[in-house]
Protein backbone atom coordinates (compact mmCIF):
# COMPACT_ATOMS: atom_id res chain seq x y z
CA UNK A 1 0.00 0.00 0.00
CA UNK A 2 1.53 3.62 -0.65
CA UNK A 3 1.01 6.05 1.70
CA UNK A 4 -0.49 9.14 1.80
CA UNK A 5 1.64 12.37 1.27
CA UNK A 6 -0.81 14.72 1.11
CA UNK A 7 -1.39 14.89 5.01
CA UNK A 8 2.49 16.41 4.73
CA UNK A 9 3.24 19.91 4.41
CA UNK A 10 5.73 21.12 1.91
CA UNK A 11 8.53 21.98 4.27
CA UNK A 12 8.03 18.35 5.81
CA UNK A 13 8.21 16.74 1.99
CA UNK A 14 11.01 18.73 0.30
CA UNK A 15 14.25 20.12 1.49
CA UNK A 16 16.61 22.32 0.12
CA UNK A 17 20.25 21.21 -0.92
CA UNK A 18 23.13 22.88 -1.27
CA UNK A 19 25.46 22.79 -4.48
CA UNK A 20 29.01 22.67 -4.26
CA UNK A 21 31.50 23.00 -6.87
CA UNK A 22 34.02 20.85 -4.88
CA UNK A 23 31.35 18.30 -3.73
CA UNK A 24 30.97 17.75 -7.08
CA UNK A 25 34.28 17.15 -8.49
CA UNK A 26 34.96 14.22 -6.48
CA UNK A 27 35.70 11.35 -7.44
CA UNK A 28 34.51 8.16 -5.44
CA UNK A 29 37.38 6.11 -7.09
CA UNK A 30 39.88 6.00 -4.23
CA UNK A 31 42.71 7.63 -4.27
CA UNK A 32 45.61 6.44 -6.27
CA UNK A 33 49.46 7.54 -4.77
CA UNK A 34 52.08 6.74 -6.83
CA UNK A 35 54.90 6.35 -4.16
CA UNK A 36 52.64 4.05 -2.40
CA UNK A 37 52.48 1.79 -5.21
CA UNK A 38 55.85 1.92 -5.83
CA UNK A 39 56.69 0.77 -2.44
CA UNK A 40 54.14 -2.05 -2.26
CA UNK A 41 55.62 -3.60 -5.24
CA UNK A 42 59.17 -3.17 -4.11
CA UNK A 43 58.53 -4.52 -0.82
CA UNK A 44 57.24 -7.59 -2.99
CA UNK A 45 60.10 -9.41 -3.38
CA UNK A 46 62.01 -10.28 -0.04
CA UNK A 47 65.43 -9.98 -1.96
CA UNK A 48 64.71 -6.44 -1.70
CA UNK A 49 63.83 -5.79 2.17
CA UNK A 50 66.69 -7.85 2.61
CA UNK A 51 69.11 -6.01 0.19
CA UNK A 52 67.40 -2.50 1.69
CA UNK A 53 67.86 -3.79 5.53
CA UNK A 54 71.92 -4.01 4.76
CA UNK A 55 72.12 -0.74 3.39
CA UNK A 56 70.45 0.72 6.13
CA UNK A 57 72.56 -0.98 8.43
CA UNK A 58 76.07 -0.50 6.72
CA UNK A 59 74.67 3.39 6.33
CA UNK A 60 73.72 3.76 9.95
CA UNK A 61 76.52 1.76 11.47
CA UNK A 62 79.01 3.46 9.08
CA UNK A 63 78.13 7.12 10.53
CA UNK A 64 77.00 6.38 14.49
CA UNK A 65 79.79 3.65 15.05
CA UNK A 66 82.95 6.02 14.92
CA UNK A 67 80.83 8.86 16.25
CA UNK A 68 80.75 6.95 19.49
CA UNK A 69 84.27 5.66 19.20
CA UNK A 70 86.43 8.62 18.39
CA UNK A 71 88.50 6.67 16.24
CA UNK A 72 91.96 7.52 16.44
CA UNK A 73 94.35 5.93 13.77
CA UNK A 74 97.86 6.42 15.69
CA UNK A 75 96.90 5.87 19.94
CA UNK A 76 99.19 2.92 19.49
CA UNK A 77 101.71 4.26 17.20
CA UNK A 78 104.48 3.58 19.72
CA UNK A 79 103.73 0.05 20.86
CA UNK A 80 105.67 -2.26 18.76
CA UNK A 81 103.81 -5.32 20.38
CA UNK A 82 100.27 -3.69 18.70
CA UNK A 83 101.47 -3.73 15.11
CA UNK A 84 100.19 -6.15 12.17
CA UNK A 85 97.93 -8.53 14.65
CA UNK A 86 95.55 -10.97 13.81
CA UNK A 87 91.89 -11.27 14.82
CA UNK A 88 93.10 -13.86 17.94
CA UNK A 89 96.21 -11.79 18.62
CA UNK A 90 94.19 -8.46 19.24
CA UNK A 91 91.60 -9.74 21.21
CA UNK A 92 93.53 -11.58 23.53
CA UNK A 93 96.73 -8.26 23.71
CA UNK A 94 93.94 -5.51 23.90
CA UNK A 95 91.19 -7.50 25.48
CA UNK A 96 87.36 -9.26 24.44
CA UNK A 97 86.48 -6.00 22.66
CA UNK A 98 84.15 -5.28 19.50
CA UNK A 99 86.86 -2.96 17.83
CA UNK A 100 89.32 -5.79 17.58
CA UNK A 101 87.62 -8.49 16.24
CA UNK A 102 89.25 -7.71 12.44
CA UNK A 103 92.93 -7.42 14.16
CA UNK A 104 94.95 -4.04 13.83
CA UNK A 105 96.70 -2.49 11.26
CA UNK A 106 100.34 -1.01 10.70
CA UNK A 107 100.34 1.74 13.21
CA UNK A 108 98.47 -0.25 15.41
CA UNK A 109 94.93 1.06 14.69
CA UNK A 110 92.00 -1.18 14.54
CA UNK A 111 90.90 -2.64 11.38
CA UNK A 112 87.57 -3.31 12.34
CA UNK A 113 87.17 0.80 13.47
CA UNK A 114 89.28 2.09 10.59
CA UNK A 115 86.61 -0.04 8.33
CA UNK A 116 84.16 1.88 9.19
CA UNK A 117 85.49 5.29 9.70
CA UNK A 118 86.64 4.55 6.07
CA UNK A 119 83.16 3.53 4.85
CA UNK A 120 81.78 7.09 6.47
CA UNK A 121 83.89 9.05 4.17
CA UNK A 122 83.22 7.15 1.05
CA UNK A 123 79.54 6.60 1.47
CA UNK A 124 79.55 11.11 2.10
CA UNK A 125 81.37 11.31 -1.53
CA UNK A 126 78.77 8.84 -3.37
CA UNK A 127 75.63 10.70 -1.56
CA UNK A 128 77.07 14.44 -2.13
CA UNK A 129 78.34 13.52 -5.85
CA UNK A 130 75.33 11.85 -7.07
CA UNK A 131 73.51 14.34 -5.44
CA UNK A 132 75.07 17.07 -7.48
CA UNK A 133 75.39 15.31 -10.69
CA UNK A 134 72.36 14.07 -10.85
CA UNK A 135 70.53 17.40 -10.36
CA UNK A 136 72.49 19.32 -12.20
CA UNK A 137 72.80 16.15 -15.47
CA UNK A 138 68.77 15.38 -14.93
CA UNK A 139 67.48 19.14 -15.00
CA UNK A 140 70.10 20.41 -17.73
CA UNK A 141 69.31 17.23 -19.64
CA UNK A 142 65.77 17.61 -19.86
CA UNK A 143 66.22 21.17 -20.91
CA UNK A 144 68.86 19.82 -23.40
CA UNK A 145 66.27 17.42 -25.29
CA UNK A 146 63.30 19.66 -25.42
CA UNK A 147 65.21 23.09 -26.39
CA UNK A 148 66.99 22.77 -29.88
CA UNK A 149 68.54 25.97 -29.28
CA UNK A 150 70.38 24.69 -26.31
CA UNK A 151 70.67 21.36 -27.91
CA UNK A 152 72.96 23.03 -30.58
CA UNK A 153 75.20 24.62 -27.72
CA UNK A 154 75.79 21.39 -25.43
CA UNK A 155 75.82 18.87 -28.28
CA UNK A 156 79.28 20.68 -29.30
CA UNK A 157 80.57 20.76 -25.65
CA UNK A 158 79.23 16.80 -25.42
CA UNK A 159 81.30 16.41 -28.52
CA UNK A 160 84.33 17.99 -26.80
CA UNK A 161 84.31 16.69 -23.26
CA UNK A 162 82.40 13.84 -23.78
CA UNK A 163 85.52 12.29 -25.58
CA UNK A 164 87.55 12.55 -22.94
CA UNK A 165 87.78 9.37 -20.69
CA UNK A 166 86.59 10.45 -17.42
CA UNK A 167 89.33 8.77 -15.30
CA UNK A 168 91.69 10.95 -17.04
CA UNK A 169 90.13 14.71 -16.14
CA UNK A 170 89.77 13.29 -12.50
CA UNK A 171 93.92 12.01 -12.38
CA UNK A 172 94.28 15.35 -13.85
CA UNK A 173 92.22 17.69 -11.68
CA UNK A 174 93.19 15.36 -8.03
CA UNK A 175 97.15 16.08 -9.37
CA UNK A 176 96.40 19.83 -9.35
CA UNK A 177 94.89 20.32 -6.18
CA UNK A 178 95.63 19.17 -2.80
CA UNK A 179 94.00 15.61 -2.63
CA UNK A 180 91.00 16.30 -0.19
CA UNK A 181 87.37 15.09 0.15
CA UNK A 182 86.63 18.05 -1.44
CA UNK A 183 89.06 17.64 -4.22
CA UNK A 184 87.72 14.90 -5.06
CA UNK A 185 84.17 15.91 -4.96
CA UNK A 186 85.29 18.94 -7.05
CA UNK A 187 86.90 16.01 -9.34
CA UNK A 188 84.03 13.89 -9.65
CA UNK A 189 81.10 16.57 -10.22
CA UNK A 190 83.28 19.13 -12.54
CA UNK A 191 82.15 17.39 -15.93
CA UNK A 192 80.35 14.39 -13.78
CA UNK A 193 76.89 15.70 -14.90
CA UNK A 194 77.58 15.75 -18.76
CA UNK A 195 76.80 12.15 -19.58
CA UNK A 196 73.71 12.17 -17.48
CA UNK A 197 73.06 15.12 -18.73
CA UNK A 198 72.93 13.45 -21.95
CA UNK A 199 71.63 10.48 -21.34
CA UNK A 200 68.14 12.32 -20.39
CA UNK A 201 68.41 14.63 -23.22
CA UNK A 202 67.96 10.99 -25.53
CA UNK A 203 65.04 10.09 -23.22
CA UNK A 204 63.71 13.63 -24.03
CA UNK A 205 63.70 13.28 -27.13
CA UNK A 206 61.75 10.12 -27.16
CA UNK A 207 58.63 12.01 -25.60
CA UNK A 208 59.41 15.18 -26.81
CA UNK A 209 56.58 15.82 -29.59
CA UNK A 210 53.59 14.24 -28.08
CA UNK A 211 50.13 15.61 -28.27
CA UNK A 212 50.35 17.01 -24.29
CA UNK A 213 53.73 18.28 -24.55
CA UNK A 214 52.92 20.04 -28.08
CA UNK A 215 49.37 21.32 -26.36
CA UNK A 216 51.42 22.74 -23.76
CA UNK A 217 54.30 25.29 -25.71
CA UNK A 218 50.95 26.30 -27.56
CA UNK A 219 49.38 27.50 -24.44
CA UNK A 220 52.61 29.19 -24.25
CA UNK A 221 53.64 27.28 -21.17
CA UNK A 222 57.65 27.63 -20.65
CA UNK A 223 60.11 25.09 -21.96
CA UNK A 224 61.89 24.93 -18.26
CA UNK A 225 57.88 24.23 -16.67
CA UNK A 226 57.45 21.58 -19.61
CA UNK A 227 60.52 19.72 -18.87
CA UNK A 228 59.47 19.46 -15.08
CA UNK A 229 55.88 19.35 -14.77
CA UNK A 230 55.35 17.41 -18.00
CA UNK A 231 58.36 15.11 -18.80
CA UNK A 232 60.34 14.57 -15.89
CA UNK A 233 57.56 13.10 -14.03
CA UNK A 234 57.23 10.91 -16.77
CA UNK A 235 60.82 9.55 -16.34
CA UNK A 236 61.11 8.79 -12.79
CA UNK A 237 61.62 5.12 -13.55
CA UNK A 238 64.83 5.91 -15.81
CA UNK A 239 66.42 8.47 -13.61
CA UNK A 240 66.04 6.11 -10.46
CA UNK A 241 67.77 3.61 -12.67
CA UNK A 242 70.48 5.66 -13.29
CA UNK A 243 70.51 6.95 -9.81
CA UNK A 244 71.30 3.24 -8.86
CA UNK A 245 74.23 2.82 -11.45
CA UNK A 246 76.06 6.43 -10.25
CA UNK A 247 76.14 5.73 -6.62
CA UNK A 248 78.34 3.03 -6.88
CA UNK A 249 80.04 4.38 -9.62
CA UNK A 250 81.42 7.13 -6.89
CA UNK A 251 83.03 4.89 -4.58
CA UNK A 252 84.68 2.54 -7.44
CA UNK A 253 86.32 6.03 -8.90
CA UNK A 254 87.27 6.75 -5.57
CA UNK A 255 88.77 3.07 -4.14
CA UNK A 256 89.99 3.10 -7.96
CA UNK A 257 92.38 6.23 -7.86
CA UNK A 258 93.44 5.74 -3.61
CA UNK A 259 94.89 2.22 -4.86
CA UNK A 260 97.16 3.71 -7.78
CA UNK A 261 98.03 6.61 -5.08
CA UNK A 262 96.18 9.75 -6.50
CA UNK A 263 93.05 9.72 -4.15
CA UNK A 264 92.47 12.31 -1.61
CA UNK A 265 94.36 12.22 2.39
CA UNK A 266 91.67 11.04 4.59
CA UNK A 267 91.51 7.29 5.12
CA UNK A 268 88.50 6.18 3.25
CA UNK A 269 87.88 2.57 1.57
CA UNK A 270 90.20 2.92 -1.23
CA UNK A 271 93.17 4.32 0.96
CA UNK A 272 92.78 2.02 3.30
CA UNK A 273 93.34 -0.83 0.35
CA UNK A 274 96.02 1.48 -0.99
CA UNK A 275 98.04 1.34 2.82
CA UNK A 276 97.59 -2.23 2.93
CA UNK A 277 98.27 -3.75 -0.06
CA UNK A 278 101.26 -5.19 0.71
CA UNK A 279 99.36 -6.73 3.83
CA UNK A 280 97.25 -8.67 0.73
CA UNK A 281 100.46 -11.48 0.40
CA UNK A 282 101.87 -11.02 3.99
CA UNK A 283 100.47 -14.57 6.65
CA UNK A 284 98.79 -13.37 9.09
CA UNK A 285 98.06 -9.42 7.61
CA UNK A 286 95.86 -10.25 4.62
CA UNK A 287 92.32 -9.04 7.50
CA UNK A 288 93.52 -5.72 6.79
CA UNK A 289 93.68 -5.58 3.03
CA UNK A 290 90.40 -8.01 2.88
CA UNK A 291 88.31 -5.89 5.26
CA UNK A 292 88.34 -2.89 3.41
CA UNK A 293 87.95 -4.38 0.03
CA UNK A 294 84.80 -6.56 1.65
CA UNK A 295 83.26 -3.20 2.79
CA UNK A 296 83.60 -1.33 -0.24
CA UNK A 297 82.07 -4.59 -2.42
CA UNK A 298 79.33 -4.97 -0.24
CA UNK A 299 78.09 -1.04 -0.67
CA UNK A 300 78.34 -1.06 -4.15
CA UNK A 301 76.91 -4.35 -4.60
CA UNK A 302 73.87 -3.65 -2.11
CA UNK A 303 73.41 0.04 -3.40
CA UNK A 304 73.00 -1.09 -6.69
CA UNK A 305 70.71 -3.98 -6.37
CA UNK A 306 68.33 -1.54 -3.91
CA UNK A 307 68.83 1.09 -6.76
CA UNK A 308 68.30 -0.96 -10.40
CA UNK A 309 65.26 -2.98 -8.08
CA UNK A 310 63.82 0.27 -7.10
CA UNK A 311 64.15 2.01 -10.65
CA UNK A 312 61.73 -1.48 -11.91
CA UNK A 313 58.91 -0.73 -8.91
CA UNK A 314 59.12 2.91 -10.29
CA UNK A 315 58.02 1.74 -13.52
CA UNK A 316 54.21 2.23 -13.95
CA UNK A 317 54.01 -0.90 -15.94
CA UNK A 318 54.70 -3.03 -12.92
CA UNK A 319 51.87 -1.73 -11.05
CA UNK A 320 48.90 -3.21 -13.28
Not at 10 to 27: R, T
Not at 46 to 57: P, Q, R, S, T, Y
Request: hydrophobic share 50%; charged share 15%.
Amino acid sequence: MHEDLSQYTDEELFAPVSHSDAESEKIAAPRYSYWKSVFRVFFRKKVNIIALCLLLFVILFAYIYPAVTSYDAYANLLDPNAKHLGPAQALNYFGHELKWILGSGASGESTFDAVWNGSRISISLAFICAAINMTVGVMLGAVWGFSKKVDMVMMEVYTIIGNVPMILIISVLSMLFSPTFWTMVFALTIVGWLSIAYFIRTQVLIIRDREYNLASRCLGTSIFKIATKNILPFMTSVIVTLLATELPSYISYEVFLSYIGMGMSEMSLGRLIYAAEAAMVTPGWQMEFWSPVAIASIITVVLYVVGQNLGDASDPRTHM
